[in-house]
């Protein structure tokens, strides 16, 4: 056996099949043609958005600082809505608002079925991140009016997601919020009520004023006593008439009193005006509290029944009007050339092969 393996001898063997390669290409065309016309047509709507900034939904700050804006979230603000798009949640909700299961023709009465829907559906699901790192969120369908209401509903379920999450975490903190209040406000009555017994225990209804009086009186007092207790001096000793004498005597005994009774009203003052002090500043410490807390309760429950946006819409979804698949040129042409390439190669195998006695081969000789 001789073989030409020169490249004229390939050509001369391809021209000696030429009509068995044309026939067998042209058979593979024909097919390829038919296939392609019988695989559905598919059409892909699209939507192409950003992740607004969560700090949008924050609440004014208390005090009268300037809040700061962020129109654009960040690339775990986008990392968010992609889990939140390819989550289990909004997929079955599409699949079951737009009976796909009976668009599929799938039955899903076992596990199995289920499992086949949801893979199916998996397929025609796509999102992406764009090279200017926005999501791109499409689906694929025969039906380019049904493909275009799925995304629009899956963009509006994942913004609808995306803002019960932060809804969430600020119902959270409310609740943090509400109960801190109500801790303060009870702490704070209980306050009151050890204070306004301490303040009638010790006579006491503003430390402050009380302990300016209180010097005044005792000052007063004091030197009221001095003066007295000196005319008395001064009158015992110019032999003053003894009615007269008794008379400021009296006096002096009665100012004496006085006295003893403003020491003794001094040191129930001193024993009770530091605690009734400390109390009265932890009461207004914790009452400012309370009103700060308050006030960011309020601005935070404004915030909370506010509407805001998760994102920014850059492109809308819209019926496709051209299809995305399948390519029939594409398949025609590929499958043709593969169809010629492998008669080619086919008829140079049989060529190379035709002499060679088989049996020997299977036999070992």
Request: net charge positive.
């Amino acid at each position: 056996m001789k073989n030409d393996y020169s490249l004229v001898g390939v050509l001369k063997t391809l021209a000696r099949w030429k009509k068995q390669i044309f026939i067998t290409t042209i058979i593979v065309a024909v097919i390829s043609i038919i296939g392609s016309l019988l695989m559905p047509t598919y059409y892909k709507s699209t939507t192409i958005l950003y992740a607004a900034s969560p700090t949008l939904a924050n609440p004014d700050p208390v005090g009268g600082t300037d809040k700061s804006y962020y129109i654009y979230g960040t690339g775990e603000d986008l990392d968010r809505l992609f889990s939140i798009a390819n989550s289990s949640e909004i997929k079955w909700h599409i699949i079951n608002k737009y009976n796909l299961a009976e668009h599929y023709k799938i039955k899903t009465n076992t596990a199995k079925g289920k499992a086949k829907l949801a893979k199916k559906f998996n397929k025609l699901y796509i999102t992406n991140k764009t090279k200017y790192d926005a999501m791109e969120l499409s689906i694929e369908d025969t039906n380019p009016e049904l493909a275009r209401d799925m995304v629009r509903e899956a963009r509006e379920m994942v913004e609808k997601r995306a803002q019960d999450l932060i809804k969430e975490s600020q119902a959270n903190l409310i609740s943090v919020l509400e109960s801190s209040i109500d801790i303060q406000e009870k702490s704070l009555s209980s306050l009151s009520d050890t204070l306004t017994k301490l303040k009638q225990q010790y006579d006491i209804y503003d430390s402050y004023a009380q302990a300016g009086v209180l010097a005044e009186i005792v000052s007063e007092t004091d030197a009221n006593l001095a003066g007295e207790e000196a005319m008395l001096s001064a009158m015992k000793q110019y032999g003053m008439p003894r009615d007269t004498i008794q008379k400021v005597q009296a006096k002096v005994e009665g100012t004496k009193s006085r006295q003893e009774s403003l020491q003794k009203r001094v040191a129930d003052f001193n024993e009770g005006v530091l605690s009734i002090r400390s109390l009265e500043v932890e009461q207004s410490r914790i009452l400012s509290e309370v009103t700060f807390e308050k006030e960011r309760l309020k601005k935070l429950m404004a915030s909370y029944n506010q509407q805001f946006s998760a994102m920014h819409i850059v492109e809308k979804e819209d019926i496709p009007n051209d299809k995305s698949r399948p390519r029939r040129s594409l398949i025609v042409i590929g499958f043709t050339l593969l169809g010629f390439v492998l008669s080619c190669l086919g008829v140079l195998l049989i060529e190379n092969t035709k002499e060679i006695n088989w049996k020997e081969v299977y036999a070992g000789k």
